[in-house]
């Protein structure tokens, strides 16, 4: 067996590496200052994520796998690695820079490119740390399995080792504070402290937690004992779940929507505790023999947990085809499948023996993992070129209607791929055989966030405000005090075609309710109600859904009208569902007023 790893850090690679912190916090605040500035290459989303992937990357790879600052290998793979995280991080500043985006929606891009690195960094720096430890390419599987956990027992020290430090600074300034000397809290909100300081602190604490190997190998061996323990529990559930389902049957697996999900960290867990607990005697198992047997038949019956784990998303995704997360899913999927079919064929043919043959199987899909994770963030293997493609095919098929299509999903969650995706869809001859299509794409190509409110039509022209409604009874004319109402108060309206439905209510006395149902009359109805007596037109009050006879059957056309539904005057039905309408406060008080105000007239003239 090889020995516990022991080196500890030599002078110059401990000072290296506090120094590689250094230049690391430098790096990231003067990108931040970009950012704040709006000053290249922040306006470049490609420069920007360029450099941010390297600024994040580059030193995380030396501190997970420097072993001696003077090796030469650190600079054999300098190279290498920067184009490997520069091209990353062009490519996810592409995808906003052709989309026409300033930045990832929602954060979303930038925390899946950050995982699928960080993971990959992880394996790549743990066998470049093996080899020069080794000085030739031999990778033991005992080295590797003891350097991850030094690895990521460090991350997990550093972590907390800074959010300690920053807890101590921010005690340090709230005393202060409580007796009028803002000096320190002003000083530990500054960018220039921030970044350089915290950069420092965590070099200096990488150094610390590297020296204690001791102290990280109690804890791994700790982590493993416990691992060992839960060990066949987990096997059990595994054994036990597979076992009741011919009694249950699949049907409640596929209606849960996140069996898959389930499934995939069941599988995971079992694999790690496996790996964990019988990593350290290949030829010997730390169970007897019932115990050893019912893990081993818990790791023979893995590949049918991923079938059914596969066949449940498989399900998912013939009912509402693919997306960026159901992709991701099917990526892990087959990751997965990867070693639970490894293990099972090993554990079934090799039995007893099957532990040294898993090790080796390890290493080689740790390298495929990595490879896999990075194909995916690149052209080669985009999934948001996958999910865009399949989104634009179910509308053109006609599977989704176009106006329950998510054009907003191509137009931010896939960006460049999404936007493409998009334009062929308004050039298509689908699109010419549904008009609607083209004034739905032209809106959201004009929108810069999802969530934006800026009217995408004049809102000085009537006719163009008009257009962005539907209306029933269908073909019914809104007045020009509505329109003027509509172009100020309802601009998310106004960001998509009919996104919003006018509803005509003929009321007695010549009066009318017009009730715009915001989001169109899907599951749950809500928006405005506006009063028209006379030529006058006022916002009297909210509109909301009061349910259906059947319910999810919200659907107006042609000629229907609403009817009071007596004896209440404030609830609305078409014979199938319920509208009901709410006076403001504003309005009501209004009512109160005009008639002091006749009153005092009528006083004043006599």
Not at 302 to 313: I, M, R
Request: glycine letters at 6%; a negative charge.
């Amino acid at each position: 067996m090889i020995p516990t790893i022991t080196s500890k850090l030599d002078s110059v690679s401990r000072y290296g590496l506090i120094i590689l912190a250094v230049i690391q916090g430098y790096a990231l605040y003067f990108l931040h200052l970009a950012v704040d500035n709006e000053l290249w290459p922040a306006t470049d989303p490609r420069w920007m994520f360029l450099f941010y992937s390297m600024a994040i990357g580059v030193p995380l790879f030396y501190y997970l796998g420097l072993e001696r600052l003077t090796d030469r290998r650190n600079a054999w793979v300098l190279g290498p690695l920067l184009l490997l995280l520069g091209g990353l991080g062009w490519h996810l500043g592409w995808l906003n820079w052709d989309a026409a985006l300033p930045g990832p929606t929602r954060g979303y891009f930038g925390f899946v490119l950050t995982v699928s690195t960080v993971v990959t960094l992880f394996i790549l720096a743990l066998f470049f740390r093996v080899w020069c430890i080794n000085q030739q390419a031999r990778f033991d599987y005992r080295q590797l399995l003891e350097l991850s956990w030094q690895n990521a027992l460090t991350l997990v020290q550093l972590w907390l080792f800074i959010a300690v430090f920053w807890g101590l600074l921010l005690l340090w300034a709230g005393l202060f504070k409580v007796i009028d000397i803002d000096f320190f809290s002003e000083l530990f909100e500054e960018l220039l402290f921030v970044y350089p300081v915290t950069a420092l602190v965590g070099g200096w604490g990488l150094v610390l937690i590297r020296e204690r190997i001791r102290l990280i190998a109690t804890v791994q061996a700790m982590c493993e004992g416990l691992t060992k323990a839960l060990l066949p529990l987990a096997a059990l559930i595994m054994v036990l779940f597979l076992a009741a389902l011919p009694f249950t049957g699949l049907e409640r697996i596929w209606e849960t929507g996140h069996a898959a999900l389930l499934m995939m960290w069941l599988a995971l867990i079992l694999l790690f505790f496996f790996n964990s607990a019988l990593s350290e005697n290949p030829d010997k198992a730390p169970y007897p023999v019932w115990l050893r047997t019912l893990v081993y038949l818990a790791v023979a019956l893995l590949p049918f947990n991923s079938l059914l784990a596969a066949w449940a998303l498989g399900l998912r995704i013939e009912q509402y085809g693919l997306t960026v997360d159901r992709l991701w899913a099917a990526t892990l999927q087959l990751l997965i499948a990867g070693f639970t079919v490894s293990y099972a064929v090993l554990v079934v043919w090799k039995r007893s023996h099957a532990l040294a043959s898993i090790q080796r199987t390890n290493k080689v899909m740790a390298l495929v993992m990595a490879t896999v994770l990075v194909l995916i963030n690149t052209p080669v293997a985009d999934l948001r070129a996958w999910a865009a493609a399949s989104q634009a095919g179910r509308l053109e098929a006609g599977k989704v209607s176009v106006e329950d299509f998510d054009y907003a999903y191509l137009r931010f969650d896939l960006a460049a791929y999404g936007v493409r995706e998009l334009r062929r869809l308004r050039d298509s001859d689908f699109a010419a055989a549904n008009p609607a299509v083209v004034g739905r794409i032209d809106a959201i190509l004009l929108q810069e966030s999802r969530w934006q409110d800026t009217p995408v039509v004049d809102v000085n022209d009537p006719v163009a405000v008009a257009d962005m409604f539907a209306v029933v009874p269908a073909g019914t004319e809104l007045p020009q005090s509505l329109l003027s109402l509509l172009a100020d108060n309802q601009a998310s309206c106004l960001t998509m075609p009919e996104e919003c439905t006018v509803i005509q209510v003929p009321l007695e006395a010549g009066r009318t309710y017009w009730m715009v149902a915001e989001g169109g009359l899907k599951s749950y109805v809500h928006g405005t109600v506006y009063l028209q007596a006379g030529e006058r037109v006022s916002d009297m009050g909210a509109l909301q859904g009061a349910g259906c006879v059947e319910s999810g059957t919200w659907e107006l056309t042609g000629d229907e009208r609403l009817v009071p539904v007596e004896p209440h005057s404030d609830v609305f039905t078409d014979g199938e569902c319920f509208f009901l309408v709410r006076p403001s406060t504003d309005y009501l008080k209004s009512l109160l007023v005009q008639p002091v105000g006749a009153a005092q007239m009528e006083e004043g003239g006599q």
